[in-house]
């Protein structure tokens, strides 16, 4: 079946702009994750959807930061006043189950800001 | 808190020798762990886990782990390594009392030499 598909794969936007980032989980997987990764680093947890629960937005770096998940699938990360720290990869992710499944990234969506 | 550790950002080794990509851990409770690789110019894939049981886990590619309880590590290992092999390796952790968020960690790259 498809995998975790996310767009735009890049995104060039300027200092200031707003941007959505888009992730379309696997087909039935109940839990989505944000992460961040910029050049040289780990991967920085941003968000986590489970279900019809809150979501844990622990890892938001700003309120210029948000996320929604709508109808249990497709989940939007919106950067609000793009800043030039704000580039790197963001990458999507998602499980099926239990929190002991592992999860299944998508290809990331670059994001430059000039 | 929950938190992963690879103390070493860099690993070389001839192809053939054996290898070891370190990860320690820190977590409250019960551990998940994970070991995900990210070849170049695509997106993170799972290779195995640790969830309860045999203290040795074997996943894809003949990559295993050996989960050591009191010395809080999950180091990757492979009798014989290939060039492919070559690729940034990510330990995760998750604890079973933290509603299923992740931590990784900041990555080893590999690199195997012919």
């Known amino acids: 079946g498809a995998g975790v598909s996310q767009s735009p794969s890049n995104k060039v936007t300027e200092k200031g702009k707003d941007v959505e980032l888009r992730c379309d989980p696997i087909?039935?997987?109940?839990?989505l994750y944000w992460y961040r990764q910029s050049l040289g680093q780990g991967l920085e947890f941003l968000i986590y959807f489970q279900g019809n629960s809150a979501p844990d937005k622990s890892g938001l770096p700003s309120d210029r930061f948000s996320a929604e998940r709508t109808g249990g699938s497709v989940s939007t990360l919106t950067i609000q006043r793009t800043q030039q720290e704000d580039s790197a990869v963001y990458l999507c992710?998602?499980?099926?189950?239990?929190?002991?499944?592992?999860?299944?990234f998508g290809p990331g969506t670059r994001l430059t800001v000039l | 808190a929950q938190s992963v550790a690879q103390p070493e950002d860099q690993v070389n080794v001839a192809e053939g020798n054996p290898l070891t990509v370190k990860c320690t851990y820190s977590?409250?409770?019960?551990?998940?762990l994970f070991w995900y690789v990210q070849y170049p110019n695509r997106g993170l894939q799972f290779l195995l886990k640790y969830i309860t049981g045999d203290n040795l886990v074997k996943g894809s590619y003949g990559f295993e782990a050996e989960f050591n309880k009191s010395q809080t590590s999950f180091h990757l290992k492979k009798p014989s390594a290939l060039v492919s092999d070559s690729a940034l390796y990510f330990c995760a952790v998750r604890d079973h009392t933290n509603a299923g968020k992740s931590t990784f960690g900041d990555g080893t790259t590999l690199t195997v030499k012919p």
């Open positions: 977590v409250s409770g019960n551990p998940y």
């Open positions: 992710a998602s499980t099926y189950g239990g929190i002991s499944n592992e999860q299944f």
């Open positions: 087909s039935g997987h109940t839990a």
